[in-house]
């Protein structure tokens, strides 16, 4: 079984949240509004391939026939490490913001722990990646790395703010663009060499029960 792409690994955390709040499965046209994307083909490109390489079954002449395999529910563990900002960027390493030791270990999809020496877990703090189905108080499992293509959702340490921070990553002319998935949110620009990649997103967990 390959990697799945981004867009394909986004559509199969989109469909194991849907399942877990709705009991059933999503239609393509609730996959299609959830994920806010336009193209019909594109979702139907990623149900077959998530389904050709195992982690979904589905009858196409059934409504609301998908449904994950053991390979999408089958859990491993990673560290969960602390917190990470998707909004103004939050100071790390602070004794309350982030941890050598992990704060917990969490269970998550075995796809997304397939190398355990380096994937790790960041608690979201804030909503400028909402767009992106990262809502405050989200999960997201890290993949360590310290390169990352052009759009990518990274950990972005800033060295001279002293700060991280959760964003997309553009490289442009002289610059990096840190990108939020909030319209309401403008993008953040600094010098390529204050700039330090931590890792980038490989999946998303969110909590049905969420602390008040």
């Known amino acids: 079984m ?3 792409p981004s867009k394909c690994q986004q559509s199969l ?3 194991r949240r849907f399942i877990q709040e709705k009991g059933y499965g999503p239609t393509i046209r609730d996959i299609l509004q959830g994920r806010h994307i336009s193209s019909i083909s594109s979702v139907q490109h990623d149900l077959k391939m998530l389904e050709r390489e195992g982690y979904i079954s589905r009858d196409p002449g059934v409504r609301r026939s998908i449904t994950l395999t053991d390979r999408a529910r089958i859990a491993g563990k990673v560290p969960l490490l602390g917190y990470i900002a998707a909004g103004q960027p939050i100071p790390v390493p602070q004794s309350d913001t982030w941890h050598e030791e992990p704060l917990e270990m969490l269970r998550v999809p075995a796809d997304m ?3 355990k020496d380096n994937v790790y877990a960041l608690k979201v703090q804030g909503l400028s990646m909402i767009d992106a189905l990262i809502d405050d108080g989200d999960v997201v ?3 360590a790395t310290n390169t990352v293509n052009n759009g990518e959702m ?3 340490w800033l060295k001279a703010e002293q700060e991280v921070t959760l964003k997309k990553v553009y490289r442009e ?3 990096i663009r840190l990108q939020p998935a909030n319209s309401q949110m403008k993008p953040m620009y600094h010098d ?3 700039v330090e990649v931590q890792g ?3 999946g998303v967990i969110r909590r049905l029960t969420r602390s008040t």
Do not use: G, H, Y
Request: hydrophobic share 45%; charged share 25%.
């Open 2 to 4: 390959t990697q799945l």
């Open 13 to 15: 955390e989109f469909i």
């Open 113 to 115: 722990a397939s190398d």
């Open 141 to 143: 499992v890290m993949q």
């Open 154 to 156: 990274a950990a972005i």
């Open 173 to 175: 002319r002289n610059r």
């Open 192 to 194: 390529p060499e204050n």
């Open 200 to 202: 980038k997103v490989i």
